[in-house]
Every structure is written in structure tokens, then in C-alpha cells.
């Protein structure tokens, strides 16, 4: 059947619509931590929800929620080489990464006779035209599969499409809330990252050649930018229209992994308890991200994932606003 005729059975049966798209925050709305990060040189999430960069000693770079956007979207994730690498050495590395939950990925049947393939698609630009690398890592067996794709006009939205077979091999993606796949966009690599053979399956993870084939690095020059959106990963082997969804549904998926709650206690070392929006993904690690009070601080009680307990260590005693932040990143 061709993969034409293979859409339109999609779109007839109804698969092609609803809740296709198991990435999360795909078209880059969700911006919790803010909208920019200058100067960044270490693993974190810089700017949008549910996409980290991992940065090893490779370069700085300003990342953040772009209004730079192909059609039918309005927001991408940028990123702005601020400071160069032109000779990386050979295990540095920089890329954008997203993390999916095991629990919300079990209608793939990896691990089984019955494992179903899947296809990623997405929009890029960049003034830095070549091959990159992105790659799909299962992360309890350890197993991943890096496929390349170019960029061919500078500074041009192109839509890339790249499918994975489905894994049978021993390749179970747990049912749990843990990582079940990673997808990971190479930027920049070493060579002791980039070299080996080329993988045509799902292979054991190794550090050595997880990039092979990428020739592009955006990390060497200032002038270097890159720019992504309309990520979708859907089940078959075909790519279908972008599910665009409401912000406020996207926001909800996001505030599982990541969620700023505002608190006002009232007097000194006050007990207090937040209720969280959306259930987190486990037990979360919280953190004041501003306050009105100085010398603020604050204790944690870990009660449970729907709710978090804290109290106030030491402050004048009056009515003292804060705003937390509930991490449960993968």
C-alpha cells in the first residue's frame, strides 16, 4: 500500500485524529521557567516545557521560546550560539532532548511480536545547512537507534519525517512513570560521539558513535542558529498533519513534569500545604522562585504526589508572598 493510501485509511479509521501525538508540547507554547536562558552551558530545561538541552563543554548559548515559526504555529525553541566551539573534543556534545513516560507508551508494544513502528516529524531552520543526527533511545533496555536527516536551504522552514521500526528484541519499555523513550536532536559532537557504522536498527547504547553521521556543528560560530517546532511522534509509519491542541491542554500535560505554585503564609514558621494543579509524576523537588520577604526560607514535608507540604524557616512575622516551583522531570 502506499503511504498516500496509507493516509487516507488513517484518516478514515479515525487514527490520524485525537490524541495521535504522544510528544508533549510539541509546538513549543509552554514556557514555565520563562522564555529565555543566556549563557548556557550545562544539562537543564533553558526554556520550554519538556525539552532539556544537554550541553557538554560544548559552546553557550542563548535558548528560548522564538515567535520565529513556519505556518499554522507561532512559537519554536531557539538556539543561539553565543559562544563558539570550533574544535570540540571528542566526547563533547550539544543537543535538544524530550522525554517520554513509560506509562503513556505501552500501546507500542515494544518487546513483543506485535511492536509497532514509529514516526517522528518536525520542523527545522537553521543558517548551518548538512546532516544531523536525531536519535530514539529506550532507555530501560539500553537500546537506541540514530537516524540522519538535512538541512538543505539556510535559513528555510523544511519538515523532516524520519520512521523507527518497532522493537521486539528484549526492547520492553517498562509500565512505569519513568523515562520509556528519549528522543534526542544532535547540534554538535565529538568525534569519539560521531564515528563508527551507521545504525539500521535498534543497537546497545554507547557514547561512542550515539551520533554517527553528523557533520553539522552549530557550535562553531556566533552567527550559527537553530530553530524547531511541530515535533509529533505518532504510531505507523506515517506522518500525518500536525494535532495542533489548546494551550490550556498542553499546559496541563506539561504541569505533570513541571509546575510554579504560589503560596502566602501569614506568620513565622508557619505549616502550610500547596495542592498541585495536576498530579505530579513522582515526589517533587521544590524550590523558591521569588519572594517578597528577606531572609526567607523554607522546609519541605514530602506528603504525596498530588500534594506537598512546606513550612517557613525564618522570617519577620507578617504576611510573606512566594511563588515554588514542583520539578518531577524525567
Not at 28 to 56: K, P, W
Not at 58 to 77: N, R, V, W
Not at 103 to 124: C, D, E, H, P, R
Not at 191 to 197: D, H, I, K, L, Q
Request: overall charge negative; hydrophobic content about 35%; glycine content about 8%.
Amino acid at each position: 500500500m502506499s503511504k498516500a493510501a496509507q493516509l487516507a485509511a488513517l484518516i478514515g479509521s479515525g487514527q490520524a485524529q485525537g490524541n495521535k501525538n504522544l510528544i508533549i508540547n510539541g509546538a513549543m507554547q509552554v514556557a514555565q521557567r520563562g522564555t529565555s536562558t543566556s549563557s548556557a552551558t550545562s544539562a537543564a530545561y533553558h526554556a520550554v516545557d519538556r525539552f532539556d538541552q544537554n550541553i557538554v563543554t560544548m559552546g553557550a548559548y542563548t535558548i528560548s521560546q522564538s515567535t520565529t515559526a513556519p505556518t499554522d504555529f507561532t512559537t519554536s525553541l531557539k538556539m543561539d550560539v553565543t559562544t563558539a566551539d570550533a574544535s570540540p573534543a571528542s566526547g563533547d556534545v550539544v543537543a535538544i532532548r524530550t522525554k517520554l513516560e513509560g506509562l503513556n507508551l505501552q500501546q507500542l508494544n515494544f518487546g513483543t511480536s506485535n511492536a509497532k513502528s514509529i514516526t517522528v516529524s518536525f520542523y527545522v531552520k537553521s543558517n548551518k545547512t548538512g546532516t544531523y543526527v536525531v536519535s530514539s533511545y529506550l532507555a530501560d533496555a539500553g537500546k537506541q537507534w540514530g537516524q540522519t536527516y538535512t538541512i538543505d536551504s539556510a535559513n528555510t522552514w523544511e519538515r523532516k519525517t524520519i520512521t523507527w521500526q518497532g522493537s521486539s528484541n528484549s526492547s520492553v519499555i517498562n509500565n512505569d512513570s519513568g523515562a520509556g523513550l528519549i528522543f534526542t536532536w544532535y547540534l554538535g559532537a565529538g568525534t569519539g560521539r560521531t564515528s563508527g557504522t551507521a545504525q539500521t536498527d535498534w543497537t546497545a547504547y554507547a557514547t561512542t558513535g550515539e551520533a554517527v553521521g553528523q557533520t553539522v556543528n552549530i557550535a562553531d560560530s556566533t552567527a550559527n542558529e537553530f530553530f524547531i517546532t511541530g515535533i509529533q511522534l505518532e504510531i505507523g509509519e506515517v506522518a500525518t498533519p500536525f494535532e495542533h491542541e489548546s494551550y490550556g491542554d498542553t499546559l496541563l500535560k506539561c504541569q505533570r513534569y513541571f509546575e510554579i505554585c504560589g503560596w502566602v503564609p501569614r506568620t513565622d514558621n508557619l505549616l502550610a500545604c500547596v495542592d498541585y494543579k495536576v498530579e505530579k509524576r513522582a515526589q517533587s523537588t521544590i524550590a523558591v522562585v521569588s519572594s517578597d520577604a528577606a531572609g526567607f526560607s523554607v522546609g519541605v514535608n514530602e506528603l504525596r504526589d498530588s500534594r506537598q507540604g512546606f513550612y517557613q524557616n525564618s522570617n519577620a512575622s507578617h504576611t510573606t508572598r512566594v511563588t515554588m516551583s514542583s520539578d518531577a522531570e524525567l
